[in-house]
């Protein structure tokens, strides 16, 4: 009996495989390491690099390792390339995902977990969002995420499967022991970003947009660590384990932060000057984006323990700055 996580030698995915491996979980990650790192995949965990698009491979594993269950975070996630170049969205998010649930409905597995994205919801009516928001989203990435959704929502009426969606606002932080972190390239996401200004490996911060009805000016979005997130899924897939029915979560931590209040924590936390540019607004980001994510607090017990600034800020800082003389 195993728990499949696919990209689970990305950014969230290695922090979720050490927390499944940490509760005893048997855990068969299958990335195939375009955008994941094979040395991020935590030790316990089995790994086969392969994917999602291939229907054979996929079912290979199911069956060799008797998995029961799926938490499938594979995915393309980089909004701008997804107006450029939407078909590579729609592709590896909703089709070769499409090829993941036929070859679980194959191969009798029917529990997943997914990796959804408050990008579902567009520019908020209100704030914070609650699940029943409209949905609209406002561009390919939002979109191929809600197409799965609705996707595995057929399949469960169905009676396929059992399924849990968890929309996360803004992922950040890294493992509090700096064993994982977050390494993309390019580098899109606002504190990676903000260290890496501080570490001279980019000139300086862009800030997209300094004219929104905010308090200072800035968006405000709302960051939720990665060790809360991994929490969740362990409290999804027990969930589903005991026979709980399908649902739909928001994950964030209910408060948002701007980017200049971003920045001026990191400069108090690690006393250095953070370089920066004001730039103007990028189209379709919104001014705020904050979740309620009341529904998994009160129906799972989840609450966020590490979500506050400094700890996002200061164990993403123990991971960025690991490698660099400071
Ligand atoms: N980072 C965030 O703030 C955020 C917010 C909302 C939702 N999400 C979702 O969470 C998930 C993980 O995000 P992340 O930030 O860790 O991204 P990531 O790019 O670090 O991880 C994704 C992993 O999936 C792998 N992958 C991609 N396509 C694959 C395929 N077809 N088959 C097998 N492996 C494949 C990549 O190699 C990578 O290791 C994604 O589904 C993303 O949409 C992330």
């Not at 709980?244 to 006393?271: C, P």
């Not at 607090?297 to 600034?309: A, I, K, M, T, V």
Request: hydrophobic share 40%.
């Amino acid at each position: 009996m195993a728990c499949l996580v696919t990209g689970g030698a990305g950014y969230i995915g290695c922090h979720i495989v050490q927390r499944l491996v940490d509760e005893g979980v048997r855990t068969v990650v299958l990335d195939d390491l375009t955008k994941g790192h094979r040395e991020l995949v935590p030790r316990g965990a089995d790994f086969v690099e392969g994917s999602t698009a291939d229907p054979d491979g996929v079912a290979e594993t199911l069956k060799r390792f008797h998995v029961e269950s799926v938490i499938h975070m594979a995915a393309h996630c980089e909004v701008g390339e997804s107006v450029r170049d939407p078909e590579k969205y729609f592709t590896n998010n909703v089709s070769h995902g499409l090829t993941l649930l036929e070859a679980m409905v194959r191969c009798g597995v029917k529990e997943i977990i997914f990796s959804s994205t408050a990008a579902v919801y567009g520019e908020p009516e209100e704030v914070p969002i609650p699940e029943h928001h409209p949905l609209r989203p406002t561009n390919p990435y939002g979109w191929s995420k809600l197409v799965f959704e609705r996707a595995l929502e057929t399949y469960r009426a169905a009676g396929f499967m059992r399924t849990v969606a968890l929309r996360y606002f803004n992922a950040a932080g890294a493992d509090p022991k700096g064993r994982f972190g977050e390494d993309h390239e390019p580098e899109t996401h606002l504190i990676p970003n903000v260290l890496n200004a501080v570490l001279g490996k980019i000139p300086r911060l862009e800030i997209y947009g300094t004219d929104y009805a905010t308090a200072d000016g800035t968006a405000v979005r709302d960051y939720i660590h990665v060790s809360d997130l991994a929490e969740a899924h362990v409290l999804a897939y027990r969930a589903l384990r005991a026979g709980k029915d399908s649902a739909v979560y928001n994950l964030g931590n209910g408060k948002g932060f701007s980017i200049r209040e971003i920045v001026q924590a990191t400069e108090a936390l690690l006393r250095k000057k953070v370089p920066f540019v004001d730039r103007p607004r990028r189209p379709g980001d919104p001014a705020v984006l904050v979740a309620s994510s009341e529904r998994i607090r009160r129906e799972l017990g989840w609450r966020p323990r590490y979500s506050d600034l400094d700890t996002l800020i200061g164990s993403a800082w123990k991971w960025a700055s690991k490698t660099v003389s400071v």
